[in-house]
């Protein structure tokens, strides 16, 4: 807690506040009601964020503050994220914790096992449960693949399969995944990781 803020008393004192991006919304509720973590509250960041990456650390820190009036603890699930250790900084200032790994691919799968995928092949274009239901919107349109789909040529000349890292086995979202990796020309895999770090990043709360 930084300089000046008043000590958080009462109920509040043992509430903690996840703050996590968008993306994985899904998974964090379904953690805190597996595990019964009456305590935990989720407060989500749009998912859109990561378009604009260098957007995620203000948009954190005002949550940041505003929350600490609140809860005390809090806890952010988001990685690096692109943001050239921004959040890392900006977690260090304000006294908080994230969850380990640069992105939610290392955390689902485990910083070693993703390490040892990317080291494996390096072309690898990779998808979550989230990113497999939301591809068209995430994915195809922000890149204009919708309309002008020879683009695909340009942007994944270097790749050669798409990793399904699933969360939920499901089937309608494998076939979404399978449609994915066809879409773009990729030789498709899967690994089922469940929720990985991040179960065990909430757990601890």
Known sequence: MSGGDAPIVGDAATRVLIIACGALAREVLAIIEQNGLKHVDLQCLPAQLHNRPQKIPSALRNAIRTAKQSYGKILIGYGDCGT??????????????????????????????????????????????????????????????????????????????????????????????????????????????????????????
């Open 84 to 205: 050239g250790g921004e959040i890392d900084r900006l977690i260090e200032e304000e006294g908080v914790e994230r969850i380990a790994g640069a992105h939610c691919y290392a955390f689902f799968t485990g910083l070693e096992a993703f390490d040892e995928e990317a080291e494996r092949e390096l072309g690898t274009f990779y998808l979550t449960d989230f990113l497999a239901r939301h591809f068209e919107t995430l994915v195809i349109r922000p890149l204009g693949l919708d309309s002008n789909p020879e683009l695909r040529d340009l942007y994944f000349e270097h790749y050669t399969r798409l990793l399904y890292i699933a969360q939920t086995e499901d089937a309608e979202l494998e076939e979404r995944a399978r449609q994915a990796a066809l879409r773009l020309g990729l030789r498709f895999e899967k690994r089922f990781t469940g929720y990985g770090l991040l179960d065990e990043f909430l757990r601890r709360s």
